[in-house]
């Protein structure tokens, strides 16, 4: 099965390296291209694909608002959108995830990491980085940062005491296996309980229930153990 990829960066010589890297592996094709945000969506619209590798930083539409667009249309569900940064630079990965991002890729990465980021992101994985994305997320949250969210600390009343556990432990960054062997449960056991977090919380995937936790005040910045 062949996971079809869109480019959408304002910089002709970087999709150019990238439609050459893609095209390389032979489950991997690169269907379309984009300069702005705007041409994205329309481009997805006419041609969904698997995985979208979003600049987050172009003139006009942004990758945010694009990425925000995306998720919110029902027919491109299945779309995975994958923030390409630069992490010291980029303040607004955060919103990024809050707009639906399936996670983030620096632009240093290097080949191997792209290909893999891609396939990560095909298989329906929330997070390519899980550790690095929380990093991230203390940083934007500590200091200045936006206090606990009352809606999200309302959502967490829903849950039951192991579905709180399960959802600290996403938050620390750790994969379905290793939260198994934590709590002590079967993989099958978390992915059940996953299921019942990304439903209970109305949130489309790992990332974003990496953000609930923070914004709920489960997490605090700095504490995440």
Same mark, same amino acid.
């Given at each position: 099965?062949?996971?079809?990829?869109?480019?959408?960066?304002?910089?002709?010589?970087?999709?150019?390296?990238?439609?050459?890297?893609?095209?390389?592996?032979?489950?991997?094709?690169?269907?379309?291209?984009?300069?702005?945000?705007?041409?994205?969506?329309?481009?997805?619209?006419?041609?969904?694909?698997?995985?979208?590798?979003?600049?987050?930083?172009?003139?006009?539409?942004?990758?945010?608002?694009?990425?925000?667009?995306?998720?919110?249309?029902?027919?491109?569900?299945?779309?995975?959108?994958?923030?390409?940064?630069?992490?010291?630079?980029?303040?607004?990965?955060?919103?990024?995830?809050?707009a639906g991002a399936c996670g983030f890729l620096g632009k240093s990465a290097g080949p191997d990491e792209l290909l893999t980021a891609?396939?990560?992101?095909?298989?329906?994985e929330a997070l390519l980085s899980p550790a690095a994305t929380r990093g991230l997320i203390e940083r934007f949250l500590a200091g200045?940062? &936006?206090? &606990?969210?009352?809606?999200?600390?309302?959502?967490?009343?829903?849950?039951?005491?192991?579905?709180?556990?399960?959802?600290?432990?996403?938050?620390?960054?750790?994969?379905?296996?290793?939260?198994?062997?934590?709590?002590?449960?079967?993989?099958?056991?978390?992915?059940?309980?996953?299921?019942?977090?990304?439903?209970?919380?109305?949130?489309?995937?790992?990332?974003?229930?990496?953000?609930?936790?923070?914004?709920?005040?489960?997490?605090?910045?700095?504490?995440?153990?």
């Open positions: 099965m062949t996971t079809t990829v869109l480019l959408v960066d304002d910089q002709a010589l970087l999709r150019s390296a990238f439609r050459v890297l893609v095209d390389s592996e032979p489950d991997m094709a690169v269907v379309g291209e984009a300069a702005d945000g705007d041409a994205a969506v329309r481009a997805l619209r006419e041609r969904p694909c698997d995985v979208v590798l979003m600049d987050i930083r172009m003139p006009g539409t942004d990758g945010i608002a694009a990425t925000r667009a995306i998720t919110a249309d029902p027919a491109l569900t299945g779309v995975r959108v994958v923030i390409l940064t630069t992490f010291e630079q980029d303040d607004y990965v955060v919103e990024a995830l809050r891609i396939r990560v992101a095909a298989a329906g200045d940062g &936006p206090g &606990p969210s009352p809606e999200a600390a309302a959502g967490l009343a829903s849950l039951t005491a192991r579905e709180r556990e399960v959802l600290l432990e996403v938050a620390r960054g750790r994969s379905n296996d290793e939260i198994a062997l934590r709590l002590h449960v079967s993989p099958l056991t978390v992915k059940t309980h996953m299921n019942r977090l990304l439903a209970k919380l109305a949130a489309r995937d790992r990332a974003q229930l990496v953000m609930t936790a923070y914004e709920s005040g489960l997490v605090r910045p700095g504490r995440a153990g």
